[in-house]
């Protein structure tokens, strides 16, 4: 048995595979910008990990807007991967989040296999970027736009790449769009993945009925929010029981009790994602929440209760 | 520039008429910094629905750390706001964006706003005059009724207003840009904020004569540049979008894609 004083902080550090986490509070990709956007409201070198916006060889300019559209309990958009490419997010970027002390896990998407090897490659040796996170769900532009996340067998061409390049960790964020995750899950692991986030955003759409049109210029969009939060709950539960590798939580985590229900399902640690948008100080109050829930239940270390679900 | 995330008391609802209402807020924080046309992202209802801030601009500053806010119902999250009441608290981020710059040192100003979009002129207008420059406002609304209580406060600051509504209930009877060829020559700077026809139209009177500012409104999430929602064309560029809440809400005439 465990002897601690219950005045101490709890043990809040997770391992992602060879990666050491003070806590398990990480963002979103794609919602937290390249980090500097939220440093005026927020202590960055207080979260987990920051994992920057998706990264692509090239810039890519994005979707024709609309881009985003609130729904019920959650929001689409269609952004369209838009980012700054590698070169100026290494030049422009990097220097700033180096700085932060924080762990940085750049997100990367590509078009091709070839691309992701090669984002993996040029980042192999860059310091401060703690680990990679791969983004399968962008389109296979020579399989006609089918995802890589959606092909078990294209998913893991793409991780076995990564992997043979990286000079980090490797995690791989899954796509909810999927007939059985933990089929996809299983591929991926045994691809090399050292582990996985999930889930992506589902794909949804909304109608503007006065217009007859849809209400997204790419009439598509990926839901996120505390809509999606049971369904990725489920997912992250099956998958945490499916593989042995860590799992990363996300899906519309806005408090710590949403984020503890991950982490009782089986979860290492967390991703807030849209709730940034809404609450730009979430991550810390989640970080907060956690450390006071520990404590209320005499748990010396976030690691007892990774998986703690009864039945 | 600072921002802050804060709950801020709210101290006075005023029901302008229509569906128009202005909210008198305490504060300091963004009081102290706010400057014309930069806006703050409110917490419209208490739960997750509906579950994104919306963006206003702020509309007016009053001593003691004061900002006021004025919105129309448009949707949900407006309806909700209306409903609030005096001593509850709302939670602001801001204040975010890039502000109006100021006019050069000589020649006139002039100020049009349309509907809501009048909102950051009142603003401007305040700082103006605490620079010693009276612009010329020129307002225009649907009806009357959406009128009366913002022209009495730009009579108060001190500034000459000209009316125009779309019923004819008060003053010209027609466009706000109906008012413009009437203009003196010897404006040299305009401000706008409005519906986009009128800013288009303002902007196509202004050409190259006139330096010309637009205030843009969009959907967006975060108003911090983090979602990329609020994506915007970039004149003569098929591969770039401005976001308003990082490069705007102002925007040089110019740099805007007018329809």
Sequence with gaps: ?311 | MPEFQTNCTVVQVEHLGADIFRLTLEAPDIAEVVRPAQFVMVSCGTDQDPLLRRPFSVHGKQAGGRIQLLFKIVGRGTALLAQTRVGQDLSLVGPLGRAFRPPPPTGEVCLVGGGLGIAPLFFLAQRLLEQGRIPLVLLGAGSAVELRQLRQDFHELGCPVHLSTVDGSLGHHGLVTELLPALSDKVGKLYTCGPVPMMAAVARFCGDRIACEVSLETHMACGLGACLGCAIPVPGRSDAYWHVCKHGPVFDAAEVVWP
């Design chain 1, 1 to 311: 048995m465990t002897i601690y004083n219950r005045a101490d902080s709890p043990d809040l550090s997770v391992h992602i595979g060879a990666l050491r986490l003070a806590n398990p509070v990480m963002t979103a990709s794609g919602t937290f910008g390249y980090g500097a956007e939220f440093a005026g409201l927020l202590d960055l070198s207080s979260l987990g990990a920051i994992i920057v916006k998706g990264i692509s060889l090239a810039p890519r300019a994005g979707n024709p807007p609309p881009r985003i559209v609130e729904t019920a309990c959650g929001m689409l958009n269609a952004i369209g991967l838009e980012n700054v490419g590698l070169e100026r997010f290494l030049k422009e970027k990097m220097p700033y989040l180096r700085q932060c002390g924080t762990p940085v896990v750049v997100n990367i998407l590509g078009d091709s296999v070839d691309e992701y090897a090669l984002l993996a490659t040029r980042l192999a040796g860059v310091e401060g970027v703690a680990a990679l996170e791969v983004n399968i769900s962008c389109p296979n532009v020579r399989m006609g736009g089918v995802a890589f996340g959606a092909e078990p067998q294209m998913a893991a061409a793409v991780v076995r790449a990564v992997k043979e390049q990286a000079g980090q960790p490797v995690i791989v964020k899954l796509s909810p769009n999927v007939t059985d995750i933990a089929l996809m899950a299983r591929a991926v692991e045994d691809a090399g993945a050292d582990a996985l986030s999930l889930i992506n955003t589902l794909i949804g759409m909304a109608i503007d009925i006065h217009t007859r049109r849809p209400k997204l210029a790419n009439r598509t969009g990926g839901l996120s929010g505390p809509a999606i939060k049971p369904i990725a709950l489920r997912m992250v539960w099956q998958v945490a029981q499916a593989v042995s590798i860590p799992v990363i939580g996300i899906g519309g985590i806005a408090t710590a009790e949403d984020a503890l229900e991950f982490i009782l399902a089986g979860a290492s640690a967390v991703q807030v994602g849209t709730a940034n948008f809404y609450n730009p100080r979430a991550t810390q109050e989640v970080l907060d929440g956690i450390s006071a829930y520990l404590r209320q239940h005499h748990e010396p270390s976030l690691q007892a209760i990774i998986g703690g679900l009864h039945g």
